[in-house]
């Protein structure tokens, strides 16, 4: 089916491990992107991609890793993951960047 | 420092009442302007965009007012159903530029 996924749904993983979540798109979106939503806060960029191979920082970059070698695919890394980067994740997609779609979510708990 | 200021943070009101939600933004670089609807366990789903061109957007039961002079824009529910029960995420962003940013979000409770 056409439309953006996530994986996993749900993550639980340690202090200082490294864990990738990953995003999926069908539509060929030239624009990707990740964001953080915690409450209070509402959702805050963490990084985007105009293109494959383009990738620059929003809000919130510190400690998280991106890569975007397929257009479909913008997987985001957390190096060493840490308590503050418990949240729930969300991944976007747009063809001209400002309409974002967004997947469902990955809710990721660091113990 | 936030970008985009909503309020309020949450909102009852009855069947058939008009919620309002508001937000406020400092960045006049700003020309873009989307409310999102969001349900428990779902991600975002855009509802409405507005420019800075128009001061008023309708569709369907939502309406999207906008005042460039003083930098806010408000979401209005028409004839809310317990179905519009969801928060409510305004953001800005400027057109050429893809850096979203948020408010803090407002949780609706439409009662039957």
């Known amino acids: 089916d056409a439309g953006i996924t996530q994986s996993p749904r749900y993550k639980i993983t340690e202090t200082g491990r490294q864990v990738t979540l990953m995003c999926h798109q069908t539509?060929?979106?030239?624009?990707m992107f990740w964001y953080r939503q915690d409450l209070g806060h509402g959702l805050r960029l963490i990084y985007y991609s105009a293109a494959a191979d383009i990738t620059d920082k929003g809000e919130v970059p510190d400690g998280y890793v991106v890569s975007r070698s397929k257009t479909e695919n913008f997987p985001l890394t957390l190096e060493s993951a840490t308590r503050s980067q418990t949240s729930v994740y969300f991944c976007?997609?747009?063809?001209?960047?400002?309409?974002?779609?967004f997947g469902p979510g990955t809710r990721l708990t660091v113990t | 420092q936030q970008q985009v200021k909503q309020s309020p943070q949450s909102l009852i009101v009855q069947k058939g009442g008009i919620p309002i939600i508001n937000c406020a933004y400092e960045?006049?670089?700003?020309?873009?302007f989307p409310w999102y609807q969001q349900f428990p366990g779902k991600g975002p789903a855009l509802l409405i965009a507005?420019?800075?061109?128009?001061s008023e957007k309708k569709e369907g039961r939502f309406t999207i007012s906008f005042n460039k002079s003083a930098k806010q824009f408000s979401l209005h529910i028409m004839d809310s159903q317990p179905g519009d029960s969801a928060t409510y995420f305004c953001?800005?962003?400027?057109?050429?530029?893809?850096?979203?940013?948020f408010g803090s979000g407002t949780k609706l409770n439409v009662k039957p």
């Open positions: 507005i420019r800075p061109d128009v």
């Open positions: 960045n006049t670089a700003f020309d873009y």
């Open positions: 539509w060929s979106h030239s624009y």
């Open positions: 953001a800005a962003s400027s057109y050429n530029f893809n850096k979203f940013y």
């Open positions: 976007a997609s747009s063809p001209v960047g400002y309409e974002q779609y």
